[in-house]
């Protein structure tokens, strides 16, 4: 069946960017259904890398009655390392105790996990989120799901339908875009709130640092293995890094503007990692993203050794001029003179404050929905991607109702990944002016 297109006007509509993700609802006998004050609550995560361990460990730190009941992942060897780590990191603290017969593997691992909790953390490569997603709100869990929250335009229109259905359900959504939660960046959007900043004209955000792991291909391993265990460089698992890292300076500037990008050019390439582990990725992104005010932003993320790092955000607007880097916000005045600064220095981590929300709400019988940005801002992640791979201008509503599909259904270990090497162990890479957006 032919997808609906979707308008710029209907999306934008029906979108929500907010200072925070808390929909505030009067506490009634309607809320009272989503309420578990008195509840031990059961905690399952699907996906254990260090992301999905470390989630764990502040899930059971933000709610004194939580039981971490259940783990999945692709692999088994990573849900007993994660299991061990977690058990290290709280011992003393809080008695971990998850049953060998709940630690389950496998493609369809996530369906028992799911099954057995009251609150899911969704940690896998963002590949999967829409899927996992989809199926922890139809039975009814609490989610805490890690960005980007999807890799294709076909999964960005699933989780916007799931985000529905959750606030539907009166369910709780906390995205992993923890800047939301971070005081400094509360302190500045505060700021862009009252008028004190005016209106942001324009603004450049940036992840340029060395990179990240990599994970060599073993003797044995199949294809579907080595992918799925190298997952950062295979677009249908990662999205290339301008979606899985640069997605958090992206949404800054989303929420800071109050609108999402209409349209997204740019440039990029692999000019130092480009090696046959490296798969598919672009190392270096560069793109202009134009908002319906006016507003334009640069954006820049890089994976390259020796290089310049910087991952910060500014934003020049017609009365001040503010800015991010590291725990420090401030506010300049256009001759540089300091107006405001925030040192967020000793504050709690906001890692750990997006779970304390998570479980207040759910006790509480709040609502917390994070879908609608994280989806958005995945979104304009993926635009800046097309727009990089292809060298052509991408508007939002051509890359929300793309045909394009990373992810197919029904993946198992029998079948090939989506993307398969050429004779000399290649992968496709994109070609400016070659690549084609469907």
Same mark, same amino acid.
């Given at each position: 069946?032919?997808?609906?297109?979707?308008? $710029?006007?209907?999306?934008?509509?029906?979108?929500?960017? *907010? *200072?925070?993700?808390?929909?505030?609802?009067?506490? @009634?006998?309607?809320?009272?259904?989503? @309420?578990?004050?008195?509840?031990?609550?059961?905690?399952?995560?699907?996906?254990?890398?260090?992301?999905?361990? /470390?989630?764990? !460990?502040?899930?059971?730190?933000?709610?004194?009655?939580?039981?971490?009941?259940?783990?999945?992942?692709?692999?088994?060897d990573k849900v007993e390392k994660s299991l061990k780590s977690i058990v290290n990191e709280l011992e003393g603290e809080i008695k971990i105790?998850?049953?060998?017969?709940? $630690?389950? #593997?496998?493609?369809?691992? %996530?369906?028992?996990?799911?099954?057995?909790?009251?609150?899911? =953390?969704?940690?896998?490569?963002? /590949?999967? $989120?829409?899927? &996992?997603?989809?199926?922890?709100?139809?039975?009814?869990? &609490?989610?805490?799901?890690?960005?980007?929250?999807?890799?294709?335009? *076909?999964?960005?229109?699933?989780?916007?339908?799931?985000?529905?259905?959750?606030?539907?359900?009166?369910?709780?959504v906390v995205v992993g875009l923890q800047r939301r939660y971070q005081n400094s960046y509360l302190s500045l959007f505060d700021k862009v709130k009252k008028g004190d900043v005016g209106k942001? =004209?324009?603004?450049? !955000?940036?992840?340029? /640092?060395?990179? !990240?792991?990599?994970?060599k291909r073993e003797a044995g391993q199949s294809e579907m293995e080595y992918q799925m265990r190298n997952w950062y460089y295979f677009n249908w698992l990662c999205g290339d890094h301008i979606v899985e890292q640069h997605v958090h300076n992206l949404d800054v500037a989303?929420?800071?503007?109050?609108?999402?990008?209409?349209?997204? *050019?740019?440039?990029? /390439?692999?000019? !130092?990692?480009?090696?046959i582990d490296h798969g598919q990725i672009f190392d270096h992104h560069y793109v202009e993203y134009n908002y319906p005010s006016g507003a334009v932003i640069s954006s820049q993320c890089r994976h390259q050794p020796g290089t310049h790092r910087k991952v910060s955000e500014t934003f020049q607007g017609t009365k001040a001029i503010i800015s991010t880097n590291k725990n420090v916000a401030q506010m300049l005045d256009h001759n540089g003179n300091s107006l405001f600064k925030y040192d967020a220095?000793?504050?709690? @981590?906001?890692?750990? =404050?997006? #779970?304390?929300?998570?479980?207040?709400?759910? $006790?509480?019988?709040?609502?917390?929905?994070?879908?609608d940005y994280g989806a958005m801002s995945t979104l304009t992640s993926i635009m800046g991607r097309m727009?990089? %791979? @292809?060298?052509?201008? =991408?508007?939002?509503?051509?890359?929300?109702?793309?045909?394009?599909?990373?992810?197919?259904?029904?993946?198992?270990?029998?079948?090939?990944?989506?993307v398969m090497p050429d004779d000399n162990g290649k992968y496709p890479v994109a070609i400016p002016g070659v690549f084609k957006i469907s």
């Amino acid at each position: 069946m032919k997808e609906k297109k979707i308008n $710029r006007r209907s999306f934008v509509k029906n979108t929500t960017i *907010s *200072s925070g993700a808390l929909l505030t609802v009067p506490f @009634s006998l309607e809320a009272m259904a989503n @309420s578990s004050n008195n509840k031990k609550l059961k905690l399952a995560v699907v996906g254990c890398g260090g992301r999905g361990t /470390g989630a764990v !460990v502040q899930a059971l730190r933000a709610d004194k009655d939580v039981e971490l009941v259940a783990m999945a992942d692709a692999f088994l060897d990573k849900v007993e390392k994660s299991l061990k780590s977690i058990v290290n990191e709280l011992e003393g603290e809080i008695k971990i105790n998850v049953k060998e017969k709940n $630690r389950f #593997h496998g493609f369809d691992a %996530y369906k028992k996990a799911i099954e057995l909790a009251d609150v899911v =953390i969704l940690a896998t490569p963002p /590949g999967f $989120r829409p899927l &996992h997603f989809e199926y922890a709100i139809e039975n009814d869990k &609490h989610v805490f799901m890690e960005k980007p929250v999807a890799t294709d335009p *076909s999964g960005i229109r699933r989780v916007l339908k799931s985000g529905k259905l959750a606030q539907e359900k009166k369910l709780n959504v906390v995205v992993g875009l923890q800047r939301r939660y971070q005081n400094s960046y509360l302190s500045l959007f505060d700021k862009v709130k009252k008028g004190d900043v005016g209106k942001i =004209i324009s603004g450049q !955000v940036y992840w340029n /640092g060395a990179g !990240v792991w990599v994970r060599k291909r073993e003797a044995g391993q199949s294809e579907m293995e080595y992918q799925m265990r190298n997952w950062y460089y295979f677009n249908w698992l990662c999205g290339d890094h301008i979606v899985e890292q640069h997605v958090h300076n992206l949404d800054v500037a989303n929420w800071f503007i109050g609108e999402y990008p209409e349209s997204a *050019s740019g440039m990029g /390439g692999r000019e !130092v990692r480009k090696g046959i582990d490296h798969g598919q990725i672009f190392d270096h992104h560069y793109v202009e993203y134009n908002y319906p005010s006016g507003a334009v932003i640069s954006s820049q993320c890089r994976h390259q050794p020796g290089t310049h790092r910087k991952v910060s955000e500014t934003f020049q607007g017609t009365k001040a001029i503010i800015s991010t880097n590291k725990n420090v916000a401030q506010m300049l005045d256009h001759n540089g003179n300091s107006l405001f600064k925030y040192d967020a220095k000793g504050d709690k @981590s906001p890692y750990q =404050i997006e #779970h304390d929300k998570l479980f207040e709400s759910i $006790r509480n019988g709040g609502i917390i929905n994070d879908t609608d940005y994280g989806a958005m801002s995945t979104l304009t992640s993926i635009m800046g991607r097309m727009a990089t %791979y @292809s060298g052509k201008l =991408i508007t939002r509503e051509q890359a929300l109702n793309s045909t394009d599909i990373l992810v197919p259904d029904n993946l198992n270990w029998e079948t090939n990944p989506p993307v398969m090497p050429d004779d000399n162990g290649k992968y496709p890479v994109a070609i400016p002016g070659v690549f084609k957006i469907s």
